[in-house]
Protein backbone atom coordinates (compact mmCIF):
# COMPACT_ATOMS: atom_id res chain seq x y z
CA UNK A 1 0.00 0.00 0.00
CA UNK A 2 1.52 3.65 -1.07
CA UNK A 3 2.04 6.02 2.02
CA UNK A 4 -0.11 9.02 1.58
CA UNK A 5 1.67 12.36 1.70
CA UNK A 6 0.46 15.84 2.33
CA UNK A 7 1.48 18.90 0.69
CA UNK A 8 2.34 21.62 3.70
CA UNK A 9 3.35 24.92 3.64
CA UNK A 10 5.29 25.90 6.53
CA UNK A 11 5.23 29.09 8.50
CA UNK A 12 6.41 30.46 11.49
CA UNK A 13 5.26 32.12 14.71
CA UNK A 14 7.19 33.11 17.59
CA UNK A 15 10.09 30.86 16.56
CA UNK A 16 7.62 27.42 16.36
CA UNK A 17 6.74 26.34 12.84
CA UNK A 18 3.51 25.25 11.92
CA UNK A 19 1.65 23.73 8.80
CA UNK A 20 -1.34 24.36 6.68
CA UNK A 21 -2.62 21.95 3.98
CA UNK A 22 -1.42 23.91 1.04
CA UNK A 23 -5.15 22.85 -0.78
CA UNK A 24 -6.01 25.70 1.65
CA UNK A 25 -3.30 28.43 0.88
CA UNK A 26 -4.01 30.38 -2.42
CA UNK A 27 -1.03 32.21 -2.37
CA UNK A 28 1.78 33.83 -0.02
CA UNK A 29 2.14 37.75 -0.28
CA UNK A 30 4.56 40.32 1.21
CA UNK A 31 3.08 42.49 3.39
CA UNK A 32 0.78 45.30 1.68
CA UNK A 33 -1.18 47.92 2.64
CA UNK A 34 -3.79 47.10 5.08
CA UNK A 35 -6.41 49.62 5.33
CA UNK A 36 -8.07 49.07 9.07
CA UNK A 37 -11.70 48.59 9.68
CA UNK A 38 -13.25 50.08 12.52
CA UNK A 39 -15.23 48.16 15.16
CA UNK A 40 -14.11 44.80 14.37
CA UNK A 41 -12.23 42.23 16.41
CA UNK A 42 -8.79 42.79 17.63
CA UNK A 43 -7.01 40.25 15.77
CA UNK A 44 -8.93 41.48 12.47
CA UNK A 45 -6.22 44.00 11.08
CA UNK A 46 -8.25 45.04 8.26
CA UNK A 47 -8.86 44.55 4.63
CA UNK A 48 -6.02 44.69 1.55
CA UNK A 49 -6.97 44.42 -1.91
CA UNK A 50 -5.62 41.41 -4.00
CA UNK A 51 -6.06 40.91 -7.96
CA UNK A 52 -8.98 43.31 -7.48
CA UNK A 53 -10.33 41.35 -4.34
CA UNK A 54 -10.82 42.81 -0.99
CA UNK A 55 -9.34 40.42 1.38
CA UNK A 56 -9.85 40.52 5.12
CA UNK A 57 -6.39 40.39 6.60
CA UNK A 58 -5.87 38.91 10.42
CA UNK A 59 -2.76 38.52 13.19
CA UNK A 60 -2.70 34.48 13.15
CA UNK A 61 -0.56 34.97 16.06
CA UNK A 62 -3.71 37.44 18.27
CA UNK A 63 -6.22 34.88 16.73
CA UNK A 64 -4.26 31.97 18.17
CA UNK A 65 -4.21 33.74 21.03
CA UNK A 66 -0.44 33.56 21.50
CA UNK A 67 1.36 36.86 20.76
CA UNK A 68 1.10 40.14 18.60
CA UNK A 69 2.93 40.19 15.40
CA UNK A 70 6.10 42.44 14.91
CA UNK A 71 6.44 43.93 11.54
CA UNK A 72 9.60 42.62 9.91
CA UNK A 73 10.21 42.40 6.14
CA UNK A 74 10.11 38.47 6.42
CA UNK A 75 6.14 38.69 7.58
CA UNK A 76 4.34 37.13 5.24
CA UNK A 77 0.35 37.19 4.41
CA UNK A 78 -1.07 33.58 3.83
CA UNK A 79 -3.63 33.85 1.50
CA UNK A 80 -5.91 31.44 2.28
CA UNK A 81 -9.17 29.98 1.50
CA UNK A 82 -11.48 28.76 3.98
CA UNK A 83 -14.97 27.90 3.75
CA UNK A 84 -15.01 29.83 0.72
CA UNK A 85 -13.80 33.15 2.10
CA UNK A 86 -10.78 34.40 1.13
CA UNK A 87 -8.38 35.64 4.01
CA UNK A 88 -4.81 36.65 5.02
CA UNK A 89 -3.35 35.63 7.29
CA UNK A 90 -0.19 37.42 9.30
CA UNK A 91 3.04 35.47 10.25
CA UNK A 92 6.39 35.76 10.87
CA UNK A 93 7.50 33.87 7.75
CA UNK A 94 6.15 31.50 5.53
CA UNK A 95 8.83 29.53 4.62
CA UNK A 96 9.08 25.83 3.19
CA UNK A 97 6.39 23.76 1.25
CA UNK A 98 7.08 19.75 2.77
CA UNK A 99 5.70 16.81 1.36
CA UNK A 100 4.92 14.99 4.77
CA UNK A 101 3.85 11.29 5.15
CA UNK A 102 0.93 11.12 6.56
CA UNK A 103 2.07 8.28 9.14
CA UNK A 104 4.54 10.95 11.06
CA UNK A 105 1.33 13.07 11.81
CA UNK A 106 0.30 12.55 15.41
CA UNK A 107 -2.91 13.31 17.15
CA UNK A 108 -2.39 16.93 18.66
CA UNK A 109 -2.84 16.67 22.87
CA UNK A 110 -2.74 19.65 24.68
CA UNK A 111 0.06 21.62 24.46
CA UNK A 112 0.96 23.40 27.59
CA UNK A 113 1.02 27.30 27.11
CA UNK A 114 0.66 27.04 23.56
CA UNK A 115 -2.12 26.94 20.66
CA UNK A 116 -5.61 25.65 22.06
CA UNK A 117 -6.35 22.63 21.02
CA UNK A 118 -9.21 22.57 18.83
CA UNK A 119 -6.86 25.01 16.05
CA UNK A 120 -4.12 22.09 15.83
CA UNK A 121 -5.46 19.49 13.19
CA UNK A 122 -2.35 17.34 14.39
CA UNK A 123 1.61 17.20 14.95
CA UNK A 124 4.17 15.94 12.30
CA UNK A 125 6.94 14.56 13.98
CA UNK A 126 9.43 15.38 11.53
CA UNK A 127 13.39 14.31 12.20
CA UNK A 128 14.31 17.87 13.46
CA UNK A 129 11.40 19.06 14.94
CA UNK A 130 7.56 19.09 15.86
CA UNK A 131 5.29 21.05 12.98
CA UNK A 132 1.64 21.79 14.37
CA UNK A 133 -0.25 21.48 11.84
CA UNK A 134 -3.49 23.99 11.89
CA UNK A 135 -7.09 22.92 11.20
CA UNK A 136 -7.54 26.22 9.47
CA UNK A 137 -11.50 25.59 9.55
CA UNK A 138 -11.57 26.26 13.36
CA UNK A 139 -9.02 28.65 13.27
CA UNK A 140 -11.38 30.76 11.08
CA UNK A 141 -14.63 29.76 13.06
CA UNK A 142 -17.97 30.66 12.09
CA UNK A 143 -18.77 33.45 13.98
CA UNK A 144 -15.24 35.36 12.91
CA UNK A 145 -16.11 33.98 9.04
CA UNK A 146 -19.18 36.01 9.41
CA UNK A 147 -17.28 39.03 10.04
CA UNK A 148 -14.83 38.20 7.85
CA UNK A 149 -17.17 38.34 5.05
CA UNK A 150 -18.82 41.33 6.36
CA UNK A 151 -15.44 42.97 6.17
CA UNK A 152 -14.66 41.96 2.89
CA UNK A 153 -17.86 43.42 1.29
Known sequence: MMEETVKIIVFTLNGQRYGADVKQVMSIEKMKEITKVPGTSEFIKG???LH???V???DLKER???DQTEPSDLNRI???KVDNIQVGLIVDAATD???IDSSVIEEAKEMGGMVRKEYIKG?????SELLILLELGKVLAMEEAEELKE???
Open 123 to 127: VAKLE
Open 47 to 49: IMT
Open 64 to 66: LEI
Open 151 to 153: VAN
Open 97 to 99: VLD
Open 52 to 54: GET
Open 56 to 58: PVI
Open 78 to 80: VVV
